[in-house]
Structure formats: C-alpha cells, structure tokens
C-alpha cells in the first residue's frame, strides 16, 4: 500500500514523503492516527505546497537561530566562584548557569541546548558549546575566576 505521511514515522519516512508499507500497517495504524493519507493528484499537490510553506519556515527559522549564534559567540561569560585549597571550587558551573546568563542577555535557550559533557569544576578559561538548531551551533567564551 502506497501512503503519503502527514508526520515523520520511524523507521518509515519523514513528512510529505510517498512510502509503501504493508496494508494491515497503513489501514490499522498509520491512517487512523492520521499519520498518513492516500496517494491521489490531490494530495500530493497539497503535500507539496506544505512543504514549499515548511522549507521556507525552517530556512527563515535557520537564519534566525544563525543570528543568535553569532550574538552569542561575541559574548565572554565570567563566572565567579568560590575557591578553596588548592585551587579547587566549591561548586560547579552548569548549563543551568549559562542558560541564565544568556538568558539575562536576552538570549532565551533551553538549558538542554548547552552542551557540556559534565560541570565546569576547574578555574581558567573554558569554550562552551551550544546547540541552537540542528545544523547551528554557537561557542561562548567562559571564564571561571575567583570570587572576591
């Protein structure tokens, strides 16, 4: 059975694509969800004009997220914390820390987007990646110092 997917499905295609599945899978599952639709004239001209309106979307959307990242690679964050012997800190810093601080530049990202491996635990001077879009990233310049 031929089928148009109105959604990505996994393991089976993403969004506008034709796919051909077997008839219990489209008839019991994919078309009652509404995950999918018949292959007529109709359909895959409405199916290309969505996706003609969801590229534009997502190009307009690139370049605004390519703008934030530029913004962000011009910023330098300087973290004090608290030190204690020898030059160990007290604490860390997180994504958390960084969401905020973008945050109160107005730069709104999702803590999750912060890409650290594990908190920030050492003084000096570090590079911080964050993912904003699939295909942008950004790089913010971190400086852990000591506090007073």
């Known amino acids: 059975m031929e089928l148009i997917l109105r959604e990505d499905v996994d393991k089976i295609g ?26 007529t004239a109709a359909n895959k001209a409405m199916i290309e004009k969505e996706r003609k309106g969801h590229q ?6 690139k ?8 913004r962000i690679a011009g910023l330098r964050f ?11 800190l007290y604490g860390s810093v997180t994504a958390h820390d960084v969401a905020e601080f973008l945050a109160g530049r107005g730069l ?3 803590k ?10 050492r003084l000096g001077e570090h590079e911080v990646r964050i993912k904003l879009y699939p295909e942008v990233q950004a790089t913010l310049k971190l400086l852990v110092t000591k506090e007073g």
């Open 112 to 121: 999750r987007r912060v890409l650290l491996e594990e908190p920030i635990k």
């Open 56 to 61: 534009a979307r997502l190009a307009k959307e």
């Open 14 to 39: 993403r969004r506008g694509e034709v796919v051909t599945v077997a008839d219990g899978y489209g008839r019991n599952y994919l078309l009652p969800r509404g995950l999918a639709m018949a292959v």
């Open 108 to 110: 709104e990202v999702d």
């Open 63 to 70: 370049a605004e997220w390519e703008a934030v990242a530029e």
């Open 78 to 88: 300087v973290a004090p914390r608290k030190v204690g012997e020898n030059e160990a």
